[in-house]
């Protein structure tokens, strides 16, 4: 086989690993963040065929302890599948400036082991796509901070809780054994 050959075969190949990704990676997911303090990136493709729990969060509201109880949500259901996915932002005015204080309150404080993404905009027009398309399948933006999205494993949203819905609440708990794989 030839050089050009080579190339060539190379290059239908990765055609058809971006074409086959593209096909099973939902639209809603098809986002990549960076991680928090981090130098690497999450691309939320990888989470596709998993539902998920999509969390606008900040490092100095009233609120900010649900990350203990989304920490126990997630040691609870990720072995069944379930991923959270917590985005900060300072859309609220209570996000701090600095991503590595961010750091600190999520990780050190909270013990925080499910994805966390750098800070981003999350409602109103600078909102990241994500947002948008969850606000839109939903039918609300967030109205706060910790605001949670839930997907099914397609990628769609299923259910929404207001920031006043705790982690571990009867409701938000019952939606996630929905969806989880049998």
């Not at 190949?13 to 928090?36: G, M």
């Not at 069944?80 to 990780?107: K, M, Y």
């Not at 939903?138 to 809780?161: C, I, M, S």
């Amino acid at each position: 086989m030839t050089v050009w050959h080579k190339s060539f075969a190379a290059l239908m190949l990765f055609t058809l690993a971006v074409t086959a990704q593209a096909a099973t990676c939902p639209e809603t997911l098809d986002h990549t963040f960076k991680r928090l303090h981090a130098d690497d990136e999450v691309n939320l493709c990888s989470l596709a065929g998993k539902p998920v729990l999509v969390v606008n969060t900040a490092s100095f509201c009233g609120y900010t302890g649900q990350f203990a109880g989304l920490e126990s949500l997630y040691q609870r259901y990720r072995e069944a599948g379930l991923e959270i996915v917590g985005v900060p932002s300072g859309d609220f005015n209570q996000e701090a400036r600095d991503e590595a204080e961010t750091a600190e309150v999520c990780f050190a404080n909270y013990g925080v082991t499910f994805t966390m993404t750098a800070p981003q905009s999350v409602r109103g027009r600078n909102a990241h796509p994500l947002f948008r398309q969850l606000a839109q399948q939903g039918g609300t933006p967030p109205r706060w901070n910790f605001h949670k999205y839930l997907l099914d494993a397609e990628g769609k949203v299923v259910a929404q809780f207001p920031s006043q819905v705790a982690p571990l609440d009867e409701r938000l708990v019952s939606a996630v054994e929905a969806v989880l794989p049998r």
